[in-house]
């Protein structure tokens, strides 16, 4: 059985590809489908983009679909950067720019007031059938400054205290096992073998 994860990052794709080792399910992307548009993310919620982008790629290829959308919610920020993380600084999509604005804005909040979690929501969809979601956190708190060179995103500024490490100070398997993603992917993976069990 074929699952199109609905992306062309190759990191998720590993990921999952990691994650299925065993199954006998052949993970693709939509860099095997180059003529399927990009889904554009307009939803208000992680949820309502994961589930637009799972029903759109699934009802396009014809094979059932798997999406995510996540980002980081800060709490003294009420939430944000949220749904809009990978845009927070503009539409340029750009790490560096969207940490120093979430620096900024946090410059004179104390340590115990910068509280925040990583959301996962994951979709997966059945062509012309249901869609089911899944989701995982990572609670956290926000550094003052970034600290390691590993991962993407806000994984610099992201500091997770029972390893006492941001996010990008953890190796791959660390941060598979504590991450938002890496939660909400062992969730749809038990959905997914039901789904494939009807």
């Known amino acids: 059985m074929k699952l199109v994860l609905a992306t062309r990052n190759t990191g998720k794709v590993k990921e999952l590809q990691e994650l299925l080792a065993g199954t006998g399910m052949e993970v693709i992307s939509l860099a095997d489908f180059p003529d399927v548009p990009e889904v554009v993310e307009d939803g208000d919620t992680f949820q309502a983009n994961a589930i637009k982008k799972a029903r759109q790629v699934a009802e396009t290829v014809g094979e059932v679909t798997l999406s995510d959308d996540s980002g980081l919610e800060v709490d003294y920020l009420g939430g944000a950067p949220g749904v809009i993380s990978a845009?927070?600084?503009?539409?340029?999509?750009d790490d560096e720019?969207?940490?120093?604005?979430l620096l900024d804005l946090l410059s004179e909040v104390p340590w115990e007031k910068r509280t925040g979690r990583f959301?996962?929501?994951v979709a997966l969809a059945v062509p012309g059938g249901t869609i089911e979601t899944v989701e995982g956190t990572c609670e956290g708190i926000i550094?003052?400054?970034?600290?390691g060179d590993l991962g993407f995103g806000y994984d610099p500024l992201f500091f997770v205290p029972e390893y006492e490490k941001t996010f990008a100070e953890l190796n791959a398997a660390e941060k598979n096992l504590i991450s938002h993603r890496g939660k909400a992917l062992t969730k749809a993976l038990d959905v997914l073998k039901r789904t494939i069990a009807r």
């Not at 845009?87 to 999509?93: D, E, K, L, P």
């Not at 720019?97 to 604005?101: E, I, M, P, Q, Y």
């Not at 550094?143 to 600290?147: A, I, Q, V």
């Open 87 to 93: 845009r927070f600084a503009g539409a340029q999509h």
């Open 97 to 101: 720019a969207n940490n120093r604005k």
């Open 119 to 121: 959301r996962c929501v």
């Open 143 to 147: 550094t003052t400054e970034p600290k």
